[in-house]
């Protein structure tokens, strides 16, 4: 009776694995279309598979599957659902020595062209990987694929409750629709409103959940990187009104504008003579030597307002009929991040009329020749030569 029962159970463990072995293997990729039907909408179809894309991930990151609880784990399994390359994976955990799955199993959904939910299964058995299968006969997911529909469906649920908000948002943004008023306690310039309008940026947010209240949010409108200035505009002071726009509420945001200021600093000078030409551009000092002489550059100096800065000992050697370059910007405080109110370039932006006195001068030596000579150019600007 033990013999037959021992001869039992060895049969059943080879049929288990050859049921395994020849479930049939899959070219190619394995993709169903699921029975939802999807809210209609203008969005794009990338638009489309971010918003549901985003729903989904956040639904399974606050409700992962899990099987079991282990303190050992073989290899590359676990006992947990992972979100991975913008599906869901499950390696096959287990609840006790091993009694693990023999798949990996491995989801992805997206949205189609023709607004369907499509499901693209990517299954391995994990000891005859890489070839794709849908399942085996005699495998436990261990209630992995109930879990699975049970966190679409709510996913599609959520999608079309929340597709028309998102949509709306998406519109305002795309559309310039929100209404932005500037206002100051001076009176604001024209140029300075456009400036504030044009860099002020917003973000759709599909929707979040909130661990502390336990319920899912709304899609809005994140205000970001405010007033986030390139250009000669710097140091602006303001505060919003809102730094979110609701899907129900009208688009619009108020910044007031406490202070501004305005960099003076050329972004590129120059001067000549008969032995050299000098630049000055982006922190960097670009020597030409003009004659048939080596020419030796002993020091280099910045004016800037009342402030003089100097750089010795450069030790610049240019060759005859060439140029060189050397990287002076760190030398100068005037090219430091001091606050806007202690740098003389930076003037009050309400202040027009302001000068500011710019300029350069090289101390250097022509070997030739054995003299030394001095190239000096200052010059005062004002906003109309920088603008």
Request: with cysteine; glycine share 4%; net charge positive.
């Amino acid at each position: 009776m033990k013999k037959l029962l021992l001869i039992l159970v060895l049969s059943i463990s080879v049929i288990g694995c050859q049921s395994t072995s020849e479930e049939p293997e899959v070219v190619g990729p394995i993709i169903d279309i699921l029975d939802y039907e999807l809210k209609p909408t203008s969005l794009t179809l990338s638009q489309k598979n971010l918003f549901f894309e985003t729903i989904l991930y956040q639904a399974h990151e606050r409700y992962r599957f899990e099987f079991a609880t282990t303190s050992y784990e073989r290899g590359d399994r676990t006992s947990m659902s992972v979100w991975t390359e913008g599906g869901i994976m499950y390696s096959g955990g287990r609840n006790r020595k091993y009694h693990y799955t023999s798949m990996d199993y491995y989801y992805i959904f997206k949205i189609n062209k023709d607004n369907n939910i499509t499901k693209e299964t990517l299954n391995q058995a994990w000891h005859g990987k890489p070839a794709l299968r849908r399942d085996c006969s005699l495998c436990s997911d261990h209630g992995f694929n109930k879990y699975i529909d049970e966190l679409v469906n709510f996913s599609v649920r959520e999608y079309n409750n929340n597709i028309d908000a998102y949509t709306t948002l998406i519109n305002h943004v795309q559309n310039k629709t929100i209404d932005i008023k500037v206002s100051s306690k001076d009176k604001i310039s024209a140029d300075l409103e456009s400036h504030i309008k044009r860099d002020t940026r917003f973000e759709v947010v599909p929707r979040k959940y909130n661990m502390e209240t336990n319920i899912w949010g709304k899609p809005y409108i994140k205000v970001i990187k405010p007033l986030n200035y390139s250009g000669r505009i710097k140091g602006i002071k303001y505060s919003l009104s809102k730094t979110s726009i609701q899907h129900d509420e009208s688009p619009s945001l108020d910044i007031s504008v406490s202070s501004a200021y305005y960099d003076m600093k050329p972004k590129f000078y120059s001067t000549s003579d008969n032995s050299i030409n000098a630049s000055w551009s982006n922190g960097k000092l670009k020597i030409v030597n003009l004659t048939n002489n080596y020419i030796e550059i002993d020091s280099f100096s910045m004016y800037w307002g009342k402030n003089v800065s100097t750089l010795d000992n450069l030790n610049m050697s240019v060759p005859p009929q060439s140029e060189k370059t050397k990287y002076v910007s760190s030398a100068y405080t005037s090219d430091g991040w001091s606050r806007y109110e202690n740098n003389p370039r930076f003037v009050k932006y309400e202040n027009k009329n302001k000068k500011f006195p710019f300029g350069i001068a090289i101390s250097y030596f022509n070997v030739d020749t054995n003299k030394r000579n001095t190239l000096f150019k200052k010059t005062d600007y004002s906003r109309a030569n920088l603008d």
